[in-house]
């Protein structure tokens, strides 16, 4: 069965860098996320993506975060100046168009360390 | 706002058992509810999927059940085997939404 994965599994960075979480979707999806999980809390939506452009995000997806789809396989997740909070297992998903398939799809996740 | 509210507290149960799970949503109507499956590490799983005109979904040894007066959901695991143990999360959407959103989950533990 087709799905959606993630890389690094694991990201370990200092305090205020950068870092860039990638995800490549299932290849026929057209709505992509992404989710966070802090330890032993829910899943968090942040951020839903079709057609280019962001459809909706959450309070979460503040200045710091941005999305992109640079190629039309890979969707990336980046944190401008990572900060403490932000420790958490991040997942992407992805899903067909509406209708019968709405089912989300998720990545393993990547396990995101701020020190 | 919408909230979505699980059991948060464990089920333990003896294999064989049925495991009955609820779903409780306020402040919101939803379109469906869906029902995915998460082992620890890992990312959820879709189980099932109910709209909201449907009372009832089945899938194996998986029922759903959906009232909209009541604004809960049911999952039950019939049968239940040591490999059910994991976290079960409902999750719903807005009719006219594209965010899924998720409850906290209730953790089951099939014992053998």
């Known amino acids: 069965e087709p799905e959606v994965t993630q890389t690094p599994s694991h990201q370990v960075t200092q305090m205020g860098q950068e870092v860039i979480l990638r995800c490549v979707p299932i290849?026929?999806?057209?709505?992509f996320y992404w989710y966070r999980q802090i330890l032993g809390q829910k899943v968090e939506f942040l951020v839903s993506?079709?057609?280019?452009?962001?459809?909706?995000k959450s309070e979460i997806f503040d200045d710091q975060f941005s999305v992109e789809r640079p190629d039309g396989s890979n969707f990336t997740l980046k944190i401008r100046s990572t900060k403490l909070e932000d420790s958490a297992m991040y997942f992407c998903?992805?899903?067909?168009?509406?209708?019968?398939?709405?089912?989300?799809?998720f990545g393993s996740g990547t396990q995101l360390s701020v020190l | 706002s919408q909230k979505i509210e699980q059991n948060s507290e464990a089920l333990n149960i003896q294999e064989g058992k049925t495991a009955t799970l609820t779903c409780n949503y306020t402040?919101?109507?939803?379109?469906?509810l869906q029902w995915y499956r998460q082992d620890p590490g890992r990312g959820p799983v879709f189980l099932l999927l109910?709209?909201?005109?449907?009372k009832e979904k089945r899938k194996e040894r998986l029922k759903v059940t959906f009232d909209t007066t009541l604004k809960q959901s049911l999952f039950h695991i019939t049968a239940s085997q040591p490999a059910d143990s994991a976290t079960y999360l409902c999750a719903t959407i807005k009719a006219a939404g594209n965010k899924l959103t998720f409850g906290g989950g209730t953790r089951v533990l099939v014992k053998p």
């Open positions: 290849s026929n999806h057209l709505y």
């Open positions: 993506f079709y057609n280019n452009e962001i459809s909706e």
């Open positions: 402040n919101y109507s939803p379109a469906y």
């Open positions: 109910i709209r909201e005109n449907e």
């Open positions: 998903a992805s899903r067909l168009e509406t209708g019968e398939d709405e089912k989300l799809f």
